[in-house]
């Protein structure tokens, strides 16, 4: 998708709801949703899909919780963020992009 439609403003991706296994087939855990962050190339990632209901094995607080510790391992710690209910923030607009790579990105659509 980042090489089809460029880097991405703003990723939200489900972080809950995550084991056991068998339902990675509709949910993501917060290690695969990381990955998705990178591979997105996301200036910003917003954890959603978590800390509602119990609806698996994993914990209501797991998944986030998960997420912020893997955030810390990493060498550059990514911008994605885990709110809480009703909390809001502000997500910059990306850089403009260069019209040849914005061009490119259009008539790949």
Same mark, same amino acid.
């Given at each position: 998708?980042?090489? =089809? +439609?460029?880097?991405?403003? %703003?990723?939200? %991706?489900?972080?809950?709801?995550?084991?056991?296994?068998?339902?990675?087939?509709?949910?993501?855990?917060? =290690?695969?949703?990381?990955?998705?962050?990178?591979?997105?190339?996301?200036?910003?990632?917003?954890?959603?899909?978590?800390?509602?209901?119990?609806?698996?094995?994993?914990?209501?607080?797991?998944?986030? +919780?998960?997420? %912020? =510790? %893997?955030?810390?391992?990493?060498?550059?710690?990514?911008?994605?963020? &885990?709110?809480?209910?009703?909390?809001?923030? +502000?997500?910059?607009?990306?850089?403009?992009?260069? &019209?040849?790579?914005?061009?490119?990105? &259009? &008539?790949? =659509?």
């Amino acid at each position: 998708m980042a090489a =089809r +439609f460029g880097p991405m403003r %703003l990723s939200v %991706l489900p972080i809950g709801a995550y084991r056991p296994r068998v339902l990675h087939t509709v949910h993501m855990g917060p =290690r695969e949703a990381l990955d998705a962050h990178k591979v997105l190339g996301s200036s910003t990632s917003v954890a959603m899909h978590h800390n509602t209901f119990p609806m698996a094995f994993d914990g209501q607080d797991e998944a986030k +919780f998960l997420l %912020l =510790r %893997l955030l810390t391992r990493e060498e550059v710690r990514p911008r994605f963020w &885990a709110l809480g209910f009703g909390e809001g923030r +502000f997500v910059e607009p990306l850089p403009a992009m260069p &019209a040849a790579v914005a061009s490119g990105c &259009a &008539a790949e =659509r």
